[in-house]
């Protein structure tokens, strides 16, 4: 044990007539054993999951031990001195705690800001539900990415909040994953999710920015429609703001949309090869109005998923979009140049690339 963590135990020994060292002795025991046998060999998931597990109940151990008595240990103080034992026993932990105070009657929160170096979904936010016997850990939430969170303040409803946020490594294009949860004590000892980004995207959510303050979230996402390609320019962004709502969680309070122009284009784009491939000429004819045009097109036309070309006007002038045609067992490029209408896209000419 180090020498901070001497000092720490001695106090509570001396101060609470327990028996501290010994117990934390088997504590710090067992944290470094699983990370040195355990974690650093789990080469599969559930194995790694399972160690990390095993960490995170040392430490949920560690910490309602200081909850459940009087100050000066279940202090922040106090409490720090002891994860910061756990740290040097192994040094690929990083342990914070915040606190949240309560109101109207409500127990105050504890928040653990846990991660393990370089072990994939190691972030765990860990919320304990108050001071005193009755102390529990009252919500967890393990997720991938680097965890930070912030404690709301208490609003007009008394209720405590506290928004999570696991963000991802940067993509080539700059966009990361981000994964958000808000986690609600509304009853005296309990704490629930009220609100997740999980719900919202199912797939997930890639970000390119984002921002939280108290009571609001700001998202800017490239959503996934017809024709988009990750990493091409000018393709269609949102930027969201959540705003709390008065049942609980998060609401979309507004919506900006950049780039709207490009999510039309390919929704055109998309109804277009449909209709080809379908030898729906009335849809063809709303699409391609110019005769001579339809009557070259071949039916066997494919999107390629390659970036649209603008010309020096941007989306005010033709933008290319790729396709193939597999013709004699070979495929030959072509180029679909659309202009925008006050109708909407229509594509004005198409020739093979290479001809």
């Known amino acids: 044990m180090g020498p901070r963590w001497f000092r720490?135990?001695?106090?509570?020994a001396l101060l609470a007539g327990v028996v501290a060292p010994a117990l934390a002795a088997d504590r710090l025991d067992r944290f470094r054993t699983v990370a040195r046998e355990?974690?650093?060999?789990?080469?599969?998931?559930?194995?790694?999951e399972r160690a990390i597990g095993e960490l995170y109940e040392v430490v949920d151990a560690?910490?309602?031990?200081?909850?459940?008595?009087?100050?000066?240990?279940?202090?922040?103080?106090?409490?720090?001195?002891?994860?910061?034992?756990?740290?040097?026993?192994?040094?690929?932990?990083?342990?914070?705690?915040?606190?949240?105070?309560?109101?109207?009657?409500?127990?105050?929160?504890?928040?653990?800001?846990?991660?393990?170096?370089?072990?994939?979904?190691?972030?765990?936010?860990?919320?304990?539900?108050?001071?005193?016997?009755?102390?529990?850990?009252a919500a967890s939430s393990t997720q991938d990415g680097l965890l930070d969170a912030q404690a709301w303040p208490v609003g007009p409803d008394g209720v405590a909040r506290v928004l999570a946020l696991w963000?991802?490594?940067?993509?080539?294009?700059?966009?990361?994953?981000?994964?958000?949860?808000?986690?609600?004590g509304r009853?005296?000892?309990?704490?629930?999710?009220?609100?997740?980004?999980?719900?919202?995207?199912?797939?997930?959510?890639?970000?390119?920015?984002?921002?939280?303050?108290?009571?609001?979230?700001v998202v800017r996402y490239e959503p996934p429609y017809p024709g988009w390609k990750p990493g091409c320019p000018g393709q269609a962004e949102y930027e969201e703001h959540y705003r709390l709502a008065a049942g609980g969680g998060l609401a979309l309070a507004r919506r900006q949309v950049s780039n709207g122009w490009h999510r039309e284009l390919g929704a055109a784009a998309d109804r277009f090869f449909r209709?080809?491939?379908?030898?729906?000429?009335?849809?063809?004819?709303?699409?391609?109005?110019?005769?001579?045009?339809?009557a070259r097109l071949p039916r066997g036309l494919v999107p390629e998923p390659v970036c649209e070309e603008a010309g020096p006007a941007g989306p005010r002038g033709p933008v290319t979009v790729a396709a193939t045609e597999v013709r004699d067992g070979r495929r030959v490029p072509w180029a679909l140049a659309w202009t925008r209408a006050p109708a909407g896209w229509r594509l004005h000419a198409a020739a093979p690339v290479l001809e």
């Open 62 to 137: 560690e910490v309602l031990d200081s909850l459940r008595v009087d100050e000066p240990f279940s202090s922040l103080v106090f409490l720090r001195e002891r994860l910061d034992a756990l740290m040097e026993a192994w040094g690929g932990a990083t342990l914070r705690v915040l606190r949240v105070p309560g109101a109207g009657g409500r127990a105050a929160l504890t928040l653990g800001l846990y991660s393990l170096t370089g072990v994939e979904g190691s972030g765990s936010l860990r919320v304990y539900a108050g001071i005193g016997p009755g102390a529990v850990l």
């Open 187 to 217: 009853a005296p000892a309990r704490v629930q999710r009220a609100w997740s980004t999980a719900a919202q995207w199912p797939d997930g959510l890639r970000v390119s920015d984002w921002r939280a303050r108290p009571g609001e979230l």
């Open 275 to 294: 209709a080809l491939a379908d030898g729906d000429a009335r849809a063809l004819g709303v699409l391609v109005p110019a005769p001579g045009l339809r």
């Open 167 to 184: 963000s991802g490594p940067p993509s080539a294009h700059g966009a990361r994953a981000l994964h958000v949860e808000l986690w609600e």
């Open 38 to 48: 355990r974690l650093a060999v789990a080469a599969e998931g559930p194995a790694r």
């Open 8 to 12: 720490g135990a001695l106090v509570a």
